[in-house]
């Protein structure tokens, strides 16, 4: 096999692994699944839980203003506006793992964390791990709609931790 053989095979295979696909754990059921990761330093790590049926369930673990579990049930309009939100920005369309070194993510910073947001969509469903230090659009996007969870959910009374 001469060397441009190997290269091609190597980026051929570089390629693949880094497309891999996450298998989603949500049921049909739940429209969104948001779970964010630690970092070096203080970063929330919490799971929030939206079902179609406007539920809602939270459960903050480390560096959050409440831990443990708590619910609360969102209105029709504040289930529609998520589930519009995954449409408009592609979720379904997003690669599944963007983590550092992948394809996609050739830059980027330490000591970030990582968001995993799993959504059922028009009986779809996609599961997309992104580390937050990595340069790319869809980090940007996957922080928006990280943002914009929380700011629907109105769980940032839980996640933020008081000065």
């Not at 095979?9 to 049909?28: H, Q, Y």
């Not at 579990?69 to 589930?83: F, N, P």
């Not at 340069?135 to 914009?148: G, T």
Request: charged share 20%; glycine share 6%; proline share 2%.
């Amino acid at each position: 096999m001469n060397y441009g053989n190997k290269l091609l095979f190597v980026l051929l295979a570089l390629l693949i692994v880094s497309c891999s696909t996450i298998t989603p754990s949500i049921d049909s059921e739940t429209l969104v699944r948001m779970k964010t990761g630690a970092c070096y330093g203080e970063c929330p790590i919490y799971t929030v839980v939206v079902k179609k049926n406007g539920e809602l369930n939270y459960e903050g673990l480390k560096y959050v203003s409440v831990k443990g579990s708590k619910s609360a049930i969102l209105s029709k309009e504040s289930v529609a506006s998520i589930e519009e939100k995954l449409t408009n920005i592609k979720f379904l369309k997003m690669q599944s793992k963007l983590h550092s070194g992948n394809w996609g993510c050739f830059y980027s910073a330490t000591d970030h964390s990582y968001i995993l947001i799993e959504a059922s969509i028009k009986n779809k469903r996609k599961a997309v791990s992104t580390y937050t230090g990595c340069q790319s659009e869809q980090v940007d996007k996957v922080i928006e709609l990280a943002n914009y969870i929380e700011q629907v959910t109105e769980i940032s009374k839980w996640v933020k931790q008081n000065p």
